[in-house]
């Protein structure tokens, strides 16, 4: 039976969302191929064993916790080292192609020599190899890999995955890095936060995102507002909107962005071009505004409204304060 190995990213010693999306791949990808075990690798400061219980909740047959100081700032040589180490006997080794996984799987697979699917929509096992879906060419084309036999590196793309309740027993373990991360030739000296205590595009699962139909930098609170209507939502923009300094580039979505898949995609005054599409047409629905009826982003979309954002906004706002106030 197939073994799965999962690499759970923390950040600050706290769990992120998008470890419980690469528990929660594992173990289907685990029970859906006659139900071997799935482990969870944690890396974090001291104190993150305290925190790994979700983990067992999603799924993890083991949690494995490797902890030292500089995992505050995540050290990718040492943890590689560590995965690759610990990677014996799983068929998988299983992470998220979030920035800090685009990182580390290649260095994995290096060391394995084994075989990398990155950023990946979906994942399936069947005669020891690994089939996986993966948006390429912008988006425009899902392409379908396969490779084998294992081990196999996959990593799947944030949000792609929902993480799901599949309650195990915690069995954790401390394991020492294979490699010391004072050797490591590059440092993380500073990591800074780009938006405080906002929700990162990332983990959000709505996003409401701005494009130059707004007019002007000043009626992006009309999209903060219909986001905090929500109050799961985070912000995005076109990179439009971002090189004419109305939003910080960390909002960009996009071939040169972020590329997020929400539940919610919210398009508002964006035309759609591909390098936008590129960052945001797998999110499960979209719902777009735009005075263009034929704008190319309604091609993508689930749920079209055609005409001015500066009305539609602030009544959608209101829409959606009014059935959070009825609930
Ligand atoms: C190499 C490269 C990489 C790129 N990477 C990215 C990327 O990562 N992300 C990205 O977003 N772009 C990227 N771009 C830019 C991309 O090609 C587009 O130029 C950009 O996405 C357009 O942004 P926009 O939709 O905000 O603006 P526009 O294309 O100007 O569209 C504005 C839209 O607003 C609508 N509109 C106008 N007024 C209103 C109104 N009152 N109410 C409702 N709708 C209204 C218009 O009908 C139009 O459809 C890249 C380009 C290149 C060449």
Redesign the pocket.
Known sequence: MPNILAVAETRGGALRKVALEAVTAARALADGSGGGEVHALVFGPPGTAAKVEPLAQHGADKVLVCEHAAYDKADAESMAATIAARAAGFTVVMLSASAQGRDLAPRVSAKLNAPLLSDCLTVRLADSAVTATHPTYTGKVIATLKAGPAPVVVSVRPSAVTPAANAKALSAEAIAPAADPAASRVKVTEVVASGGAKLDLGEAPVIISG?????EAANFKLVEDLAAAFGNAAVG?????TDDGWRPHSD??????RLVSPDLYVA?????????L??MRTSKTIVA????AE?P?FKVADYGIV????EIVPALTAAVRAAKQAH
């Open positions: 494009g130059r139909g707004l007019k923009a076109t990179r439009a909107v960009q979505i996009g071939q040169t962005g508002v005054g964006i035309s759609g071009a591909i390098q936008h590129a960052g505004i735009n005075k263009d704008a982003i005409g001015d954002a500066l």
